[in-house]
């Protein structure tokens, strides 16, 4: 079999080809082939990998890279875009390098809410708490922390922001460490982060691409094919691309590949979604990277776009020291199976992003190990035999960042009942407190790896997405500083015995719901909440249930990674009021309990919709169970997720996105549009690429010499290296020179660049640019009009497109554009509201122009201000440019 020569051309090592092929029943060049999904879910054959080197931001770090690059071995060139392997260095994540030309080795470490698995770092709230507070300055301003931890440890490459999943299931396991059900919230947050990341230095990595919206059978293993997230062009475009999109124009450098397959076609390998999508049509111009023991295939990933192999391993990680690339793609070079250019386009893209984050310029080395807490410790911990050194230094990157931390914990505390006012309460109210999600983990705040259980406070979920605590401020020692009259029952059973309630009396109850990552299972719950449902965990429908029997002032707390349903006591008259504090990361108390007593007041937002029961939802969205064979998640609800679903079904949610109560009250007024750049349906014309300096490089395939390793170079056992054996490389030459060719080329394989013109919607950096022109901008004063209550409103800006006949452009009653959060306005107080609709906004995708499509650019499009996506304040109409105010919305 030609995979088993020395020779071979397939870029994949024998033992993990005979594996996949034996077991999956497949080869590397099958592998990419789409999979029986159903019609019409394609994952159309996209080729060549598009080259990069076009982009006017990234022209700088390009210049730099492609003379370094050139000075390359072939050897060199293969070392930086493969991972050493699975626990062969600091990070979790470790590149090899290009010493020679001083191009280091690279660290990458999780995760989008801290530094994971090492010390003196912030845990700092999660995602879906950073987009509860509707605040863009809050969410850049996190980035910036965040990027300030990730370089003080020496981390080249933040494993974040997550902006994939969506949250298009409400049960999916890792929807917190992502910023909420809605495209726009997650874009705008996600892109914050990733400039807040970058302007220190640090490259963010944008994740995961794409479609991996649940976690059960997300991994493709020796026994059974990933789930495939079978979406449909439009769904892609106007859900889960969009904050990929913005992402990229955001400038995010790297990009990661989910575990899934999209499509039918494996995401690691999937030339739709990285060649099609990312690299041509969102002209993104960094490397691609894998997710962990993603990589598939050598050749096969190459020539869909991917860029660089992570960790580093095949599926089997570890043991048997085998890789996809590093020393098989060398030899799939020498060979030629994978083109020259491809090969230059890999490595530039890699020196590219290290260029423009200006790490070339003393980037600090990592002074940490994800592996061991000991100062001392083997550095190769998967090596048979290892060195051993100072691994870590304790490097305290925290700073004044628990400051941030607590603002965006607290700015993201969403109200959502709060009958007869019953908060704020006073901190001289006899408070009684239920359940164990008000204290800290009793068995330490860190006990459980990566906090694969849920006991005491619910910071954060469970997986690669967690962080250390440094300590917890947990909510019932808060109480207790502030509060003289606190009792606490450290349990989820309502105790019995109780003494009687008195009318002042307030009870509050502590309940949570948890999520995370596959790699662990939960009391029962495999990263989604397979078992649990949306349920509150630990019985806290019945604690709370209780306490309302016996308290007549009842304050529910809610931790939570996303919905849960509260059918069982929402309308219990004692449950006076209920308070979302999602997932707050180190900082639960403070931020919590100044809320409570009313030093400031709420001002988060709901980042998904509530239903009033799970099967509110439809079908499409619950959790795909294992099966034989692939399992098929298709998207079949398209657009409608979340508030869209709901909205045109006429269900009526317990609680809508977007919704959160403020103890002040705001009013709108001076509420004016103004329209930019007229709209045409189509937009203008792409601009041409601005060159392409890969086609300029050195193509030729180089002399095996180049694939040796240097003399005297010694091996660590299982390290994964570049170089080949000297007979090996001799022979993956000549196959090169007798013009063998790696036998499966995909379908549609060509290695003929595409023109821009090919690709209408593309464009440098996140896609035709004129997508991002100012088509309108809403104007309007918001005023505190309370009188006892300082607060921040939250401005959110709703389009409703206007009525079409044309079911092509069919679109959701209401999508969130954009949105605004005010400082804190005394009674009284105002402030200037300024809301942009760019073409984007008002744009539908039409899947058989593959472009963008005003459906209507004369009608009237609405644009509706409310602080939820079911209570609006003024609407604006893009025709008469006219504004009301006192309109009901639209529903
Ligand atoms: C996760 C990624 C993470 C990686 C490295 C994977 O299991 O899906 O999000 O960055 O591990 O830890």
Redesign the pocket.
């Given at each position: 079999m030609h995979f088993l020569s020395s020779g071979s051309p397939s870029g994949l090592s024998a033992l993990s080809l005979f594996l996949l092929s034996d077991l999956l029943g497949t080869t590397a060049g099958a592998a990419i082939q789409p999979r029986a999904v159903p019609a019409p879910y394609v994952a159309a054959s996209y080729y060549p990998a598009p080259h990069g080197g076009w982009a006017d931001d990234w022209a700088d770090a390009y210049e730099k890279a492609l003379k370094l690059v050139s000075q390359m071995t072939l050897a060199e060139k293969t070392n930086i875009t493969g991972g050493t392997g699975f626990f062969m260095g600091p990070c979790?994540?470790n590149t090899g390098s290009a010493d020679r030309l001083g191009f280091p080795q690279l660290c990458l470490q999780?995760?989008p809410l801290g530094v994971?698995t090492t010390d003196n770092v912030t845990a700092f709230p999660a995602g879906i708490t950073t987009g509860a507070t509707f605040d863009k300055k809050l969410m850049y301003e996190r980035g910036v922390a965040l990027g300030q931890e990730f370089k003080g440890k020496g981390v080249n490459m933040y494993?974040g922001p997550?902006v994939g999943p969506l949250g298009r299931k409400p049960r999916a396991g890792r929807n917190w460490e992502g910023f909420g059900s809605d495209p726009v919230l997650q874009a705008f947050a996600g892109a914050e982060t990733v400039r807040g990341v970058q302007d220190q230095g640090c490259i963010a990595?944008l994740?995961?691409l794409i479609g991996n919206e649940q976690e059960i059978q997300r991994m493709f293993n020796v026994g059974q094919q990933g789930i495939s997230a079978n979406i449909d062009d439009r769904a892609m475009h106007e859900l889960y691309l969009w904050p990929f999109a913005e992402g990229v124009r955001a400038g995010t450098a790297v990009v990661?590949t989910s575990?899934n397959a999209v499509n039918g076609s494996a995401s690691s390998q999937n030339a739709y979604s990285i060649n099609g999508l990312l690299k041509e049509e969102l002209g993104f111009q960094g490397p691609v990277m894998t997710?962990?023991l993603a990589h598939m295939s050598g050749v096969a990933s190459a020539l869909a776009g991917l860029d660089m192999s992570?960790p580093g391993d095949t599926q089997i990680p570890v043991l048997p020291g085998t890789a996809y690339f590093m020393y098989e793609m060398t030899r799939a070079a020498l060979n030629g199976s994978v083109p020259m250019d491809r090969i230059n386009d890999m490595a530039t893209r890699v020196v590219a992003a290290w260029y423009k984050l200006g790490q070339d310029k003393d980037y600090p080395r990592p002074n940490f190990s994800s592996n061991t807490r000991a100062r001392t410790g083997l550095l190769y911990p998967a090596a048979v035999f290892s060195p051993s050194g100072v691994v870590n230094q304790y490097v305290n990157v925290q700073a004044d960042h628990k400051i941030i931390a607590k603002q965006v914990a607290q700015e993201a505390i969403t109200l959502l009942k709060n009958n007869g006012s019953l908060l704020p309460i006073s901190t001289s109210a006899p408070i009684k407190v239920f359940g164990t999600d008000a204290q800290a983990n009793p068995d330490g705040i860190n006990k459980c790896t990566d906090k694969s259980c849920n006991k005491g406070t619910l910071g954060m979920g469970w997986?690669?997405?967690s962080a250390d605590y440094p300590y917890m401020d947990d909510p019932i020692s808060s109480l207790k500083r502030k509060a003289g009259n606190v009792e606490f029952w450290n349990t989820d059973s309502f105790p019995k015995n109780l003494p009687d309630a008195t009318a002042d009396d307030v009870a509050l109850v502590f309940i949570s719901s948890d999520s995370g990552?596959n790699?662990y299972e939960v009391e029962g719950n495999h990263g989604d909440r397979d078992k649990s449902g949306l349920k509150a965990w630990h019985n806290g429908d019945e604690l709370v249930q209780k306490a309302a029997e016996k308290y007549s002032n009842v304050v529910v707390v809610v931790h939570t990674v996303g919905p849960i349903v509260m059918e069982p006591w929402i309308n219990h008259p004692s449950v006076k009021a209920v308070v979302f504090a999602h997932l707050p990361g180190q900082e639960a108390g403070d931020s919590l309990t100044e809320v409570l007593f009313g030093e400031v007041s709420p001002s988060g937002h709901l980042p998904y919709t509530l239903p009033v029961s799970e099967s509110d939802y439809p079908e499409s969205v619950g959790i795909v169970p294992n099966g034989l064979g692939q399992p098929q998640d298709t998207f079949s609800e398209g657009i409608y997720i979340d508030y869209r679903y709901f909205q045109k079904n006429g269900v009526k949610p317990q609680y809508a996105f977007g919704h959160g109560l403020s103890y002040a009250s705001f009013a709108y007024s001076d509420v004016r549009v103004q329209a930019v750049t007229p709209l045409t349906t189509v937009p203008p014309a792409r601009p041409a690429k601005s060159g392409d300096p890969i086609a300029a490089m050195n193509n030729t395939i180089p002399p095996a010499s180049e694939a040796l390793r240097p003399e005297g170079f010694k091996d660590i056992f299982r390290y994964r290296y570049s170089f080949l054996a000297e007979n090996d490389a001799k022979n993956a030459y000549a196959d090169g020179a007798a013009g063998k060719k790696y036998p499966s080329l995909p379908p549609g394989y060509s290695t003929t660049q595409k023109e821009a013109g090919q690709t209408p919607a593309g464009g440098p950096s996140g896609g035709n640019p004129a997508l991002w022109d100012v088509a309108y901008v809403v104007s309007l004063t918001v005023t505190n009009n309370g009188t006892a209550h300082a607060g921040k409103a939250s401005t959110q800006l709703y389009v409703q497109f206007p009525a079409t006949d044309n079911a092509k452009y069919d679109t959701p009653v209401l999508q969130l554009r954009d949105f605004a959060k005010t400082a804190a306005l005394a009674p009284g107080e105002s402030e200037a509201v300024e809301l942009t609709i760019r073409r984007k906004d008002v744009s539908v995708w039409d899947a058989e122009l593959q472009n963008w499509v005003v459906p209507n650019p004369e009608g009237r499009f609405k644009f509706w201000i409310g602080d939820a996506s079911d209570s609006f304040g003024a609407v604006c109409y893009s025709d008469s440019t006219a504004c009301e105010t006192g309109v009901p919305g639209p529903l």
């Open positions: 979790v994540g999780d995760g994971r494993l997550s990595v994740k995961h990661m575990y997710d962990w992570m997986g690669s997405g990552e790699s």
